[in-house]
C-alpha cells in the first residue's frame, strides 16, 4: 500500500475528517464502556472488598499511561510528518525506535512494579481488609503492561498514518475477548481454571495478546507499510536522535497527564468534604463530562493527524485549513452533545445515581459546567495542531498554568463563596481561561513562526 497524498487541499476536506473521526470517537468510547462493563463484572460477581481492591491501581494505571500516552503523542507527530512526505522508510524508522522504547521501558516497568507492588499498595494507604486482594491482581496487572503498551503505540502508529479502522476493529476484538473471559475466568465455567481477583488481569493480557497477533496477520495482509517484516525489525533498535525527538515530543503530554491528575485528586478532597451525596454527584457529572469530551479530544487528536502529514507534505499552508476545519468539528459535535445533555441531564445523572435529592444535585453541578466543554475542545485543538509542528513546551505550560492558578485556587475560593457548585464554577472558569491563553498563543506567536518538518 502506498502512501496518499494529502486530502487537506481537496474540495470536500471536512469529509474525509469526519470520516477519519468517527471510528476515533467509536474508539474511545468503546474503551471506556469495556472498562465500566469489566468492573460491574468484578462488583457483581466478587463482591464489594474486589472493587476496593481494584480501585487501587488507578493511580498507578494513571503514571503508566502518561508513559505510553507520551511516548505515542510523540511518535504519532514524527510518523504522520513521514507519512505526509510520502517517505517510509522514514516512518518505518520512527516505529522501530518507539517499540524499541516501549519494549525496554515496559519491561523494566513490569519488573521493578511486580517487585515494589506491595510497597505501592502500602504507600497508597490500601486497607488491608483488601491487601490479599489488591496485590495478586496489581502484580498480574503490571506483569501484563507491555502487552498494553505495545497495543497503545501501535494503533496510535496506525492512525498517523490515516487508519483509524483498525484501531477500532481491534479495540472491538479485545473488549469482545476481556468481557467475555473475564467472567468465565472469575468463576471457572466451562472447566476453565478459577481465578477470582486477577481473572480481570488474566483476561485483560489474553485480550492484547489476541489483537497484536491479529494486528500481525491483518496487516501483513493487507500488505500494510507498517506491517510486521524483515524491513520493519531491522528499525527496532536505539536511535539516538530519533528516541531524543520522541521524547522531546512526548514528555510534555505525560507532565500535562500527572498534572491534570494530582489536581483531580486536589479537587475529590474538596468535594469530599461536603458528604457522600456531594461525592456521588461529583462521580456521576464526570462520568456524563467524560462521554461529552471525548468527541472534543478526537477531534484535536484528528487535527494533530492531518496537521503533521499537511506538514510531511510541504503544505504547511494548510494548517489554517485543518484547524478552521476541526474548530467547526468541535462547535457542530461537541455542541449537539452538549445541548443533549442539558436536556437529558435528569436520565443521565439518574444512570449513576438512584437518590432523587442527589440526581438534582448532580443536575445543577452539570448544567454549570456542561457549557464550558466546548472551550475545553477549542483548546484542544489549538494545542494539537501547535503539538504538529513540534510546539509542546509552551501549551504545556499552558495547561498546566491553567490547573494550578485557576482551576484548583478558584475551586477553593469559589467554594467558600458558593459551596458546592463555586468548584464547578472553577472547572468552568479554567476551561474557559485555557482556551483563550491556547488561542492567544496559536494567532499571535505560533502563527508568526516558520513551520518546519521535524524528520
Given amino acids: 500500500m502506498a502512501p496518499r497524498l494529502s486530502p487537506i487541499d481537496e474540495p470536500g ?15 474511545n468510547i468503546l474503551q471506556n464502556l469495556s472498562g465500566t462493563i469489566n468492573t460491574v463484572f468484578v462488583g457483581q ?51 522501530g525506535s518507539t517499540i524499541f522504547m516501549t519494549v525496554i521501558g515496559g519491561s523494566i516497568i513490569a519488573i521493578c512494579g511486580v517487585l515494589a507492588s506491595k510497597w505501592l499498595l502500602t504507600a497508597l494507604g ?22 498494553l503498551f505495545m497495543y497503545i503505540i501501535f494503533t496510535s502508529i496506525l492512525r498517523g498514518v490515516g487508519d483509524s479502522v483498525t484501531p477500532l476493529i481491534a479495540l472491538g476484538m479485545t473488549s469482545i475477548i476481556g468481557l467475555c473471559t473475564t467472567p468465565i475466568l472469575i468463576k471457572g465455567y ?32 493487507k500488505n500494510h507499510p507498517l506491517k510486521i517484516d524483515a524491513e520493519l525489525i531491522k528499525h527496532i533498535r536505539f536511535d539516538a536522535p530519533l528516541i531524543k525527538n520522541i521524547l522531546r515530543l512526548g514528555v510534555p503530554t505525560g507532565i500535562q497527564m500527572v498534572t491534570t491528575s494530582v489536581a483531580g485528586l486536589v479537587i475529590v478532597g474538596l468535594v469530599n468534604r461536603y458528604g ?36 510531511g507534505a510541504g503544505k504547511a ?14 462547535i457542530v459535535i461537541t455542541g449537539i452533545l452538549v445541548a443533549l445533555g442539558y436536556l437529558f441531564s435528569k436520565y443521565l445523572m ?39 509542528s513540534g510546539t509542546v513546551t509552551m501549551p504545556m505550560i499552558i495547561n498546566v498554568i491553567a490547573i494550578i492558578a485557576i482551576e484548583v485556587p478558584c475551586a477553593y475560593l469559589f467554594s467558600s463563596w458558593w459551596g458546592l457548585p463555586g468548584i464547578w464554577y472553577g472547572y468552568a472558569l479554567a476551561f474557559v481561561c485555557l482556551c483563550v491563553m ?12 516558520a513551520v518546519k518538518v521535524l524528520i
Avoid at 505515542?72 to 510518523?79: H, I, K, M, Q
Avoid at 461525592?279 to 496537521?307: D, R
Avoid at 491556547?438 to 513562526?449: M, N, P, S, V
Wanted: aromatic share 14%; with cysteine; net charge positive.
Fill in 13 to 27: 476536506f471536512w469529509k474525509v475528517f469526519l470520516v477519519f473521526l468517527l471510528p476515533l470517537i467509536a474508539t
Fill in 45 to 95: 460477581m466478587l463482591g464489594v472488598n474486589a472493587i476496593a481492591a481494584v480501585a487501587v491501581f488507578f493511580p498507578i494505571l494513571f503514571c503508566l499511561m502518561a508513559f505510553v500516552i507520551g511516548l505515542s503523542a510523540g511518535s504519532t507527530v514524527l510518523v504522520g510528518q513521514a507519512w505526509g512526505a510520502q517517505n517510509i522508510e522514514k516512518v518505518r524508522s520512527v516505529v
Fill in 126 to 147: 490500601t486497607d488491608p481488609d483488601v491487601m490479599h486482594l489488591s496485590l495478586p491482581y496489581v502484580q498480574w496487572m503490571l506483569a501484563g503492561s507491555p502487552l
Fill in 190 to 221: 466451562f472447566g476453565f481454571p478459577q481465578l477470582g481477583i486477577i481473572a480481570p488481569a488474566i483476561a485483560t493480557a489474553v485480550g492484547y495478546i489476541s489483537v497484536l497477533v491479529f494486528l500481525y496477520i491483518y496487516l501483513n495482509l
Fill in 276 to 311: 457522600s451525596n456531594a461525592t456521588a454527584a461529583y462521580g456521576a457529572v464526570n462520568q456524563v463530562l467524560n462521554y461529552i469530551q471525548f468527541p472534543a479530544l478526537s477531534i484535536s487528536i484528528a487535527a494533530s493527524i492531518f496537521a503533521a502529514q499537511a506538514i
Fill in 317 to 330: 499552508d494548510s494548517l489554517a485549513r485543518v484547524t478552521k476545519t476541526a474548530l467547526g468539528m468541535n
Fill in 350 to 388: 439518574a444512570l449513576f445515581i438512584t437518590d432523587p435529592n442527589v440526581v438534582i444535585l448532580g443536575q445543577q453541578l452539570l448544567f454549570i459546567v456542561l457549557w464550558s466543554i466546548l472551550f475545553f475542545g477549542a483548546s484542544a485543538i489549538f494545542a494539537s495542531i501547535m503539538r504538529a
Fill in 438 to 449: 491556547q488561542g492567544l498563543y496559536y494567532q499571535f506567536i505560533w502563527k508568526k513562526k
